[in-house]
């Protein structure tokens, strides 16, 4: 069975990958939701089910189920670009696929006997999705009216085991607290110390839902005098990753996160 023509309706995408071995489950229209309330376990492969869905709603879109897949979603909007561009973190080939909104689906295989689940964050603008998840088929529409596309697929090339260093990444091992942080010294420009400690003032009043974007806007600011020659980066990096964890990150996603935005800053230019 080859891919459906861009234009053609979800169902036809949704059948075409159920028929490739991925399992289906429908999504509200030009949604991301799923229509079951146990949709893990009603995701499925079988074409007749799968046609029952869309008969009942013609405008449904699809996920496919990420169970056994790990799935690598960039959204350029919050930098996930920046991340997968980079020398560090070149994705191996594999199904790509662009989403209605703009970002990017590397679509993986878990190796044999490895559980990966989701991860929100593990960079800024980059998720995981794993098992208990699932993505937005090709074909289905975004609520802009856009259209999640297969840029390469099934009939392009084989799904690829997902690389070790991206699972290192993923399911990072418990990282080792830094050593307390010796304060700036007397040679410290008067206002770069005080954009820092205003950058980490901001950080330490994050609210829940906002200490990831937070971290990430402070990292990348102090990133930006680091790479200036003002501060070292041994003690940005630890006073970030000291914040980070006393507002309730996780040391390795705080870490990723401070790494990432180190790697996408540029030097400060400091008025005299």
């Not at 013609?58 to 496919?64: D, F, H, K, L, R």
């Not at 993986?108 to 603008?125: D, H, L």
């Not at 507002?247 to 996603?253: Q, S, V």
Request: charged share 20%.
């Amino acid at each position: 069975m080859t891919a459906p023509d861009p234009t053609d309706a979800p169902v036809d995408f949704a059948l075409y990958f159920a028929k490739h071995g991925h399992p289906i489950v429908p999504l509200r229209p030009r949604g991301k939701e799923p229509t079951l309330k146990d949709w893990p376990n009603q995701a499925t492969t079988d074409p007749n089910q799968i046609t029952a869905w869309f008969d009942d709603c013609p405008e449904s879109n699809y996920g496919i189920a990420t169970a056994g897949l790990v799935v690598v979603d960039i959204d350029p909007r919050h930098g996930g670009h920046l991340w997968s561009e980079s020398n560090e973190y070149r994705l191996p080939e594999t199904y790509r696929f662009r989403t209605g909104g703009g970002g990017l689906h590397f679509v993986y295989k878990a190796a044999e006997g490895q559980i990966i689940g989701n991860r929100a964050n593990m960079a800024p603008g980059v998720d995981i999705r794993g098992n208990g998840g699932q993505i937005v088929g090709p074909g289905s529409i975004h609520p802009s009216g856009g259209r999640y596309k297969i840029e390469i697929g099934p009939d392009d090339v084989d799904l690829a085991v997902v690389p070790p260093w991206l699972v290192e990444l993923i399911l990072p091992p418990p990282a080792v607290p830094r050593s307390k942080p010796q304060p700036l010294n007397g040679d410290v420009d008067r206002y770069c110390a005080a954009a820092i400690a205003d950058e980490l003032r901001h950080l330490e009043q994050a609210g829940e839902g906002r200490r990831n974007d937070q971290l990430n806007r402070a990292a990348f600011s102090i990133a930006g005098f680091v790479k200036a020659g003002f501060v070292p980066q041994d003690w940005a990096e630890t006073k970030l990753e000291a914040i980070a964890v006393k507002i309730g990150l996780p040391l390795p996603e705080a870490r990723a996160t401070v790494r990432s935005a180190f790697l996408a800053a540029r030097p400060r230019e400091v008025a005299s």
